[in-house]
Every structure is written in structure tokens, then in C-alpha cells.
Nanobody, 120 residues
């Protein structure tokens, strides 16, 4: 069982930065691939970024590539999302998720989400 708790959300003006954190419980954190998703009101959930268990492989959604960076610290059982050059369209609830699968896009564990609001 893995429990995920996001933090770091808030309100920022366009062009600003935020860093989200996702703290995970459990001793098996380093065996999970971790990901960030977001969901804006009235829209479907959107993939943001994924990082492999080792931290050596990352993937990004097209709308955030070049602006967002995902990283992890397995010793602290925490995954991060550094968000730069934020735009109003980045406004959403951001969720972290964990999967034990190296190839699946299905995630077994989800956090409760943290709100990010970007004003113009």
C-alpha cells in the first residue's frame, strides 16, 4: 500500500514558478514509477509527466515539455514537479500517481490533489 500526499500548490501570476511535492509512504517507493496528472474544471484528466523508478527516464506531456521538470528523491520518498513559465491554461488540480508497472499507463495509487491557479 502506498499513500501519496501532494503539496506546494497555490496561486501565481503568469510567467511565475511553483514546485509541487508528492510525499509517499511505504518502503517500496523506489520500485514505483511516478507520474503527475492534472484536471481543469470541465476537462478530462491530462498527463503531465512521468519519472521511472530510477529517476533516469522521464516523459512529458506536450503542453508542458520544456517548462516543467519532474524529479524524485528516493531517500526522501518524494517526487517533485518544478513548473516554470506558468500560463493561465496550467490552472488545474494536480495529482501524483504511482505504478509498479514499467509499461502500463494504469496507476494503482493516487493522491488527493493540490490546486494550482495561474492568473494573467
Amino acid at each position: 500500500q502506498v499513500q501519496l500526499v501532494e503539496s506546494g500548490g497555490g496561486s501565481v501570476k503568469a510567467g511565475g514558478s511553483l514546485r509541487l511535492s508528492c510525499a509517499a509512504s511505504g518502503r517500496t517507493f523506489s520500485t514505483y514509477d511516478m507520474a503527475w496528472f492534472r484536471q481543469a474544471p470541465g476537462k478530462e484528466r491530462e498527463f503531465v509527466a512521468r519519472i521511472a523508478w530510477s529517476g533516469r527516464i522521464t516523459y512529458y506531456g506536450g503542453s508542458v515539455r520544456g517548462r516543467f521538470t519532474v524529479s524524485r528523491d528516493n531517500a526522501k520518498t518524494t517526487v517533485y514537479l518544478q513548473m516554470n513559465s506558468l500560463k493561465p491554461e496550467d490552472t488545474a488540480v494536480y495529482y501524483c500517481a504511482a505504478t509498479a508497472s514499467r509499461s502500463s499507463n494504469s496507476y494503482e495509487y493516487w493522491g488527493q490533489g493540490t490546486q494550482v491557479t495561474v492568473s494573467s
